[in-house]
């Protein structure tokens, strides 16, 4: 996996939520400014692209709850199955991976685990970021329930970040996502959430052995 090209870590700043708000407020201050002191034409001017950038803006932040097929939880909401490919993966052996940011979360986890009890199946998600964050991590959502009702539960730790998102953005541009088993810990507050990556890990290794072979 060294050979591949690394994935890039961090959402470009002309995707990151805040941009466009603060590109907005540098424009309303630059007319502002001009209309004081400049030429008329440029504050017409300004005054034209500060009103794109604010319909730009508002379009964005209303078409920030639709998910895409490339990217379903660009923003942490990913609230449904539907229209995705899911690869279950079985149970293993392997040492377990505990969910980072489950302290968050604790509402959908507790919700989770009433619906399906405490052992669970997580969907991963790579590409996804918190609200405001730049950061890409891959989600770890929760399915409970025979209506496979969606929790997101958090993130795989940082330190396997790199590792699984060029493992799943393969699946990804394919439309496929990851299942894996999942357990919930505690009886109350403060739960924790452990994932079983053995099955997938060793299915990956043995794909990227045969692709060295050939």
Excluded: C
Aim: hydrophobic content about 50%.
């Amino acid at each position: 996996m060294s050979s591949r090209r690394r994935p890039p870590r961090r959402k470009p700043l002309w995707r990151w939520e805040p941009a466009g708000y603060i590109l907005l407020f540098l424009l309303l201050f630059v007319t502002s400014a001009l209309q004081v002191t400049g030429p008329v034409i440029a504050f017409w001017v300004f005054l034209g692209v500060t009103a794109a950038v604010a319909l730009i803006v508002l379009a964005g932040l209303f078409g920030a709850g639709a998910r895409g097929r490339r990217n379903p939880d660009a923003y942490g909401n990913l609230t449904t199955l539907a229209g995705l490919t899911l690869v279950p993966t079985p149970p293993s052996d392997a040492a377990r991976t505990v969910v980072s940011d489950a302290s968050r979360h604790q509402n959908a986890i507790d919700a989770a685990a009433a619906f399906g009890g405490g052992t669970l199946t997580a969907v991963l998600v790579p590409r996804a970021t918190r609200w405001l964050g730049r950061r890409y991590r891959v989600a770890v959502h929760l399915v409970a329930g025979a209506n496979q009702r969606v929790f997101h539960a958090g993130f795989l730790p940082l330190a396997l970040g790199d590792e699984w998102h060029a493992l799943l953005l393969p699946l990804r541009a394919e439309g496929r996502y990851l299942l894996v088993p999942a357990t919930v810990f505690g009886d109350r507050r403060p739960f924790s959430v452990e994932l079983d990556l053995g099955s997938a890990s060793a299915a990956f290794l043995r794909a990227n052995d045969e692709r060295g072979s050939q």
